[in-house]
């Protein structure tokens, strides 16, 4: 047997399979760039779903921030309400009434007087107090400023003129 037929046949051998692992590294790199492929497209997508939950979850964290702002707001207007009670100052006409806080010798007395606001301008959000009309000839009227809205809390007093020095009936 001649070794140069078998070293050639050996060598081919090697030459076909260095050639078959070539083949089968290319084949693998060919499959690896398809996995890394692949897996850049899946965190592409698992990026953009991350993107979307956060700006959802955003758009509900300023939705509950604006909900405790108009929550604190509520409970004030509420607090404000009852510190008023609902009074008919006259037949047919209410004002509200600001609540009197007894008072006890060891608290300190509330320095707001007894007041009354118009009762149509406060449902409105708007807080005015009730100024005192009139006067000696005319009856006397509590009247909101911003709606004019005035009741009358008492009738005008009976008052004579008081005779004058010069004058004499005879």
């Known amino acids: 047997m001649d070794f140069s037929l078998i070293s050639g046949l050996v060598g081919s051998l090697k030459a076909t399979y260095d050639l078959g692992s070539a083949a089968v590294g290319v084949r693998d790199a060919n499959k690896l760039t398809e ?48 510190r008023y009670v609902l009074v008919e100052l006259a037949k047919g006409n209410f004002a509200l009434r600001s609540k009197v806080k007894p008072t006890d010798a060891s608290e300190p007395v509330d320095a707001e007087p007894e007041h009354y606001l118009c009762q149509p301008c406060f449902h409105k959000g708007v807080k005015v107090v009730l100024g005192l009309e009139g006067g000696q000839y005319s009856p006397y009227i509590q009247r909101c400023a911003v709606c004019k809205h005035g009741i009358e809390v008492a009738p005008a007093p009976l008052q004579f003129p008081s005779p004058s020095r010069d004058y004499s009936p005879f």
């Open 35 to 82: 996995a890394v492929a692949e897996m850049n497209h899946k965190l592409l997508d698992a990026q953009q779903r991350l993107f979307a939950i956060s700006s959802e979850a955003w758009a509900l964290q300023q939705q509950l921030i604006d909900t405790q702002k108009e929550n604190l707001e509520l409970k004030a207007t509420l607090e404000e309400r009852g």
